[in-house]
């Protein structure tokens, strides 16, 4: 996920603990302080793991380091506990250098949210079609849920009023009001959503500002939490149904042809229309294909063409029903991939990631690449 979306996770998971603490001691005054540091250790949690892509660009990688190093090991489970040690450390030498003392709430905070935003790093980044591998070593298999895009619009404007309303800065809320505007502007202005869904959207988000005004804390982030399921949910059911659809009707459709993986990824915060690239084994068995297109979940309500023109102009290279069509298809052979594999160090490196795989020779080179 984007590092807003993780952000945003983070400072609710802070709000969280604030609300914990009133709950546990309700004659306890939670000074601002404390929430301070409770918000910026849950932030820091939520986005050292992509502390990978920084280190990354400084060693200028080639785009296969690139793409080994980024949701490589600080995106595991073995270094979550160095990571949030690490932001712990950050305060104890912050607070040395102010000579600010840390009470043990404090403390208690700064180890606890840091390591349960990076753990909810993980799990969020999990929900897309890239995945994470959190088990590495134990396990190096990767988790992709393929239900959410990588940038998710209702989840900004779902949990944005929250920090705009528990926040007594001026500054703060301007900040975080430009976010929310912004987030907007990519629903109505991306393209990739129809305007009657930017519509129901951003009557969505008004109405949650409008709520939030009459409840205190503990209600908003009530409505928060159960909003981000519900948002998570309904994308993931989703995803589950359409990938049963497809695999069984394909497989029906074709004799022999047997769908090894069924990639999914949703257009951002439009979860009528689903991108699209399926892995399917032929009956020889020597070769693969790989197609890549666009499904719409509900075809006669908003058709697959119309999904297509959202986002780009291309012609349709073939249809299978009314609710897919396709845009790119390829047969490749099996053989060659093992070949490939044993002869070249960085295709099998590339193949612990990539999903989808395809290659092609020009000017003397071979080029490796994932149809995701």
């Known amino acids: 996920m984007d590092n807003i979306t993780h952000s945003l996770v983070g400072a609710l998971t802070a709000e969280m603990a604030v609300a914990f603490l009133k709950i546990k001691k309700p004659e306890w005054v939670v000074s601002r302080r404390t929430r301070v540091v409770f918000l ?12 990978d892509f920084i280190i990354s660009l400084l060693l200028k990688p080639t785009r296969l380091q690139y793409l080994l190093h980024h949701r490589g090991h600080t995106h595991t489970l073995i270094t979550a506990p160095f990571q949030a040690g690490l932001i712990f450390l950050g305060f104890w030498c ?56 990588i940038v998710e619009p209702w989840v900004w404007v779902t949990l944005l009023p929250l920090l705009f309303f528990s926040s007594g800065n001026r500054f703060f809320r301007a900040f975080i009001f430009s976010i929310f505007i912004a987030g907007l502007a990519l629903i109505w202005f991306s393209g990739f959503i129809p305007w009657g869904l930017a519509a129901v959207i951003t009557t969505w988000s008004g109405f ?83 197609r890549r297109g666009i499904v719409a979940l509900f075809s006669n309500l908003y058709t697959p063409e119309q999904c297509l023109h959202l986002i780009s102009a291309k012609e349709v290279v073939t249809k299978t029903n009314s609710n897919v069509v396709w845009t790119t298809e390829m047969k490749l052979s099996r053989q060659e991939l093992q070949k490939l594999y044993k002869k070249s160090c960085y295709v099998a490196a590339q193949l612990k990631f990539v999903r989808a795989p395809f290659w092609y020779q020009k000017d003397g080179k071979l080029y490796f690449a994932d149809l995701r």
């Open 40 to 51: 910026l250790s849950a932030l820091l949690g939520s986005n050292i793991c992509d502390l």
């Open 208 to 290: 949650i500002f409008i709520l939030f005004m009459y409840f205190g804390n503990h209600t908003r982030i009530a409505i928060c939490i159960s909003a981000l399921f519900l948002i998570c949910l309904v994308f993931g059911l989703e995803s589950r149904w359409l990938k049963n659809e497809i695999k069984t009707r394909f497989e029906k459709e074709e004799v022999g042809v047997e769908v090894k993986d069924v990639i999914l990824s949703p257009f951002p915060s439009n979860p009528l229309c689903w991108h699209l690239v399926t892995v399917e084994t032929l009956p020889t068995r020597l070769n693969y294909k790989l």
């Open 94 to 149: 912050f607070g040395k250098f102010k000579k600010i003392y840390w009470d043990k709430v404090e403390i208690t905070g700064i180890v606890l949210l840091s390591f349960l935003g990076v753990v909810l790093h993980l799990l969020f980044d999990s929900l897309n079609q890239y995945g994470v591998h959190p088990f590495w070593p134990f396990y190096n298999g990767w988790f992709y849920a393929d239900m959410l895009f």
